[in-house]
């Protein structure tokens, strides 16, 4: 197998691996708002919102010692230990309790930025200037896949039930838990980064090797990489991304736990409010696939660049928005047990609904293809630093909007998404045209980014 066969397949694997554990994760973030009501009448007193909070304020607290543990440990030992306590988190849920489930929020934020710290880094290894935006998308496009399949299986198994039974509970998360723990599994056929050099590199793979064996070496790496991060996050690059990076934050919490819940609360839905829960989760997934697909295939034949897409991605998203706000009740996201009989600005639609979830999807992957895409790009040499500043952004912001997702009326959440989404769509335009002229500069295409 030719070294870029090798670092194609490492691609593969990693999507496939992310495909398992966030088939089971994301589909516990659709469902669990909604689980969490039915549990409330019991001992159990936790809250669906508060624990993402809890999640992704840890998380971006994680990610200023994410590139540390990474160079210490490696990309793929960091990954395998990650997806066991993601697998503990959904465990939870089998058998719930108030303290063991916010506990296991605090532990799976830590988990998250080593996981995805290590992502980054073993993408932006097995990639070059001219493979890093296919790669992307091509990862993005089976991450997305786990929204396909987990929310599938809700769509059938809760059809016409209006109650969450504990016996159906523990069913579907027995079955996510065991899926995540297949993930974690997958990650050991990962080929590790001496094995995807070239023959000619095999001794500086070999003296790196030797060196990493030692423990001075490895707390040097560690605190070199702690400091590539504070002084990277201070670029001006990384600053105008990070506008870009806030707004990913905000939608993604929006589409994998808050959209899902607004759904499940409309009465007027009828029997089917529950199952089209999952119904909304598949046609997110189609959307992500379908854009991670695209943009990963043609990211060859693109002679404009970036900046298309992410118009593409806001436009979109700025259609579904117009639309949800139209169609759903504006107390939908902080509706009792009981749901709302509320209507908005027309009567409730199913396929409205399940509509937008398509374009949040497809407008979320133009998003997160170009920045995982332009990352990878710009920071080659330090892209555990890089993806860690990346994940600290989006994360500290995703954890706010969980945190006012259980307060604000829908339209606040929509405005709030609005203005930060057209700030970051306008900066992070300004850092892809200063590339373009770095590369032009450089004498390379254009076009093959």
Same mark, same amino acid.
């Given at each position: 197998?030719?070294?870029?066969?090798?670092?194609?397949?490492?691609?593969?694997?990693?999507?496939?691996?992310?495909?398992?554990?966030?088939?089971?994760?994301?589909?516990?973030?659709?469902?669990?708002? +909604?689980?969490?009501?039915?549990?409330?009448?019991?001992?159990?007193?936790?809250?669906?919102?508060?624990?993402?909070?809890?999640?992704?304020?840890?998380?971006?607290?994680?990610?200023?010692?994410?590139?540390?543990?990474?160079?210490?440990?490696?990309?793929?030992?960091?990954?395998?230990?990650?997806?066991?306590?993601?697998?503990?988190?959904?465990?939870?849920?089998?058998?719930?309790?108030?303290?063991?489930?916010?506990?296991?929020?605090?532990?799976?934020?830590?988990?998250?930025?080593?996981?995805?710290?290590?992502?980054?880094?073993?993408?932006?290894?097995?990639?070059?200037?001219?493979?890093?935006?296919?790669?992307?998308?091509?990862?993005?496009?089976?991450?997305?896949?786990?929204?396909?399949?987990?929310?599938?299986?809700?769509?059938?198994?809760?059809?016409?039930?209006?109650?969450?039974?504990?016996?159906?509970?523990? +069913?579907?998360?027995?079955?996510?838990?065991?899926?995540?723990?297949?993930?974690?599994?997958?990650?050991?056929?990962?080929?590790?980064?001496?094995?995807?050099?070239?023959?000619?590199?095999?001794?500086?793979?070999?003296?790196?090797?030797?060196?990493?064996?030692?423990?001075?070496?490895?707390?040097?790496?560690?605190?070199?990489?702690?400091?590539?991060?504070?002084?990277?996050?201070?670029?001006?690059?990384?600053?105008?991304?990070?506008?870009?990076?806030?707004?990913?934050?905000?939608?993604? +919490?929006?589409?994998?736990?808050?959209?899902?819940?607004?759904?499940?609360?409309?009465?007027?839905?009828?029997?089917?409010?529950?199952?089209?829960?999952?119904?909304?989760?598949?046609?997110?997934?189609?959307?992500?696939?379908?854009?991670?697909?695209?943009?990963?295939?043609?990211?060859?034949?693109?002679?404009?660049?970036?900046?298309?897409?992410?118009?593409?991605?806001?436009?979109?998203?700025?259609?579904?928005?117009?639309?949800?706000?139209?169609?759903?009740?504006?107390?939908?996201?902080?509706?009792?047990?009981?749901?709302?009989?509320?209507?908005?600005?027309?009567?409730?639609?199913?396929?409205?609904?399940?509509?937008?979830?398509?374009?949040?999807?497809?407008?979320?992957?133009?998003?997160?293809?170009?920045?995982?895409?332009?990352?990878?790009?710009?920071?080659?040499?330090?892209?555990?630093?890089?993806?860690?500043?990346?994940?600290?952004?989006?994360?500290?912001?995703?954890?706010?909007?969980?945190?006012?997702?259980?307060?604000?009326?829908?339209?606040?959440?929509?405005?709030?998404?609005?203005?930060?989404?057209?700030?970051?769509?306008?900066?992070?335009?300004?850092?892809?045209?200063?590339?373009?002229?770095?590369?032009?500069?450089?004498?390379?295409?254009?076009?093959?980014?």
């Amino acid at each position: 197998m030719s070294p870029e066969s090798k670092k194609l397949f490492n691609i593969i694997i990693l999507g496939v691996s992310f495909m398992f554990i966030f088939t089971a994760f994301q589909t516990c973030g659709n469902i669990a708002q +909604t689980v969490i009501t039915n549990l409330n009448n019991t001992d159990f007193h936790g809250s669906g919102y508060t624990s993402m909070s809890i999640i992704y304020g840890v998380f971006s607290a994680s990610n200023l010692i994410s590139p540390s543990v990474v160079a210490i440990v490696g990309p793929q030992l960091s990954m395998v230990v990650s997806g066991i306590f993601y697998s503990l988190y959904i465990a939870v849920f089998i058998q719930p309790a108030t303290w063991t489930f916010y506990t296991a929020s605090v532990f799976i934020g830590i988990a998250a930025a080593v996981l995805w710290t290590a992502q980054g880094s073993c993408l932006t290894v097995n990639s070059d200037e001219n493979t890093i935006g296919r790669n992307s998308g091509v990862f993005w496009a089976l991450l997305q896949s786990s929204l396909f399949f987990g929310n599938l299986y809700i769509y059938f198994a809760w059809q016409g039930k209006t109650h969450i039974s504990e016996s159906d509970r523990r +069913t579907v998360f027995i079955a996510l838990t065991v899926i995540s723990l297949v993930g974690t599994v997958l990650f050991f056929l990962i080929r590790k980064q001496e094995d995807t050099k070239a023959p000619g590199e095999e001794d500086s793979a070999n003296e790196t090797l030797e060196d990493s064996s030692s423990a001075q070496n490895k707390m040097t790496r560690a605190v070199s990489a702690f400091k590539k991060s504070i002084k990277l996050s201070f670029t001006k690059e990384m600053m105008l991304l990070s506008v870009t990076t806030a707004y990913t934050g905000l939608e993604l +919490t929006f589409f994998s736990g808050v959209y899902g819940t607004c759904i499940g609360a409309v009465n007027r839905f009828g029997s089917e409010e529950k199952s089209l829960i999952g119904l909304s989760g598949i046609f997110i997934g189609v959307g992500e696939i379908l854009g991670g697909g695209i943009f990963g295939l043609l990211s060859k034949k693109n002679r404009f660049g970036r900046n298309p897409v992410v118009m593409l991605g806001i436009v979109v998203h700025f259609i579904a928005f117009y639309l949800i706000f139209f169609n759903m009740p504006n107390d939908a996201p902080i509706a009792p047990m009981e749901g709302t009989d509320d209507v908005a600005y027309m009567i409730p639609s199913k396929e409205v609904a399940i509509f937008c979830s398509f374009l949040l999807g497809l407008g979320d992957s133009c998003f997160n293809t170009q920045l995982l895409s332009i990352l990878g790009f710009l920071y080659s040499e330090d892209s555990a630093p890089a993806f860690a500043i990346f994940k600290f952004v989006q994360s500290i912001c995703a954890a706010v909007a969980y945190f006012y997702s259980n307060y604000f009326l829908l339209q606040w959440q929509l405005l709030i998404m609005v203005v930060v989404g057209f700030f970051g769509t306008i900066t992070f335009f300004a850092v892809e045209w200063k590339a373009a002229a770095d590369l032009v500069a450089r004498g390379s295409d254009y076009s093959s980014i």
